[in-house]
């Protein structure tokens, strides 16, 4: 379950981190990417660990109404089954050969 959370956190953080104050920014890069506890988040901004808290749930809520209002993470990984429905039923044909690149070109998009 918190695996579930830290990678579905990890992706909205992608997604919407240009929404966020440099302070949340940084809490939620610290605490997700990097795996700092509260207590070392809050020894580095001086700060108390409640605060530190605080701003994380804060932000994680802020996440979550982004992708409600704006999917950009639903919309990636129904982009992601389709694609990978097409290029798993892709034969060894030239058409498969040529469509092949342009699959290649859209996963890059994301």
């Known amino acids: 379950m918190m ?4 990678t579905r956190m990890n992706y909205l953080f992608d997604f919407y981190q240009s929404l966020l104050t440099p302070k949340q920014r ?3 890069s610290f605490y997700y990417l990097d795996d700092f506890s509260l207590g ?3 020894e580095e ?3 108390s660990r409640q605060a530190v808290f605080d ?3 804060r932000t994680e809520n802020m996440l979550e109404e982004y992708e409600e209002k704006l999917l950009l993470f639903q919309k990636f990984k129904e982009r992601t089954k389709i694609l990978n429905t097409i290029r798993d039923n892709l034969g060894t044909d030239e058409l ?3 469509i092949l690149p342009f699959i290649d070109a859209l996963e890059k998009l994301d």
């Open 3 to 6: 695996l579930e959370k830290t």
């Open 26 to 28: 940084s809490y939620m």
């Open 40 to 42: 070392e988040i809050a």
């Open 45 to 47: 901004f001086e700060v």
């Open 55 to 57: 701003n994380i749930k």
């Open 96 to 98: 498969s050969k040529k």
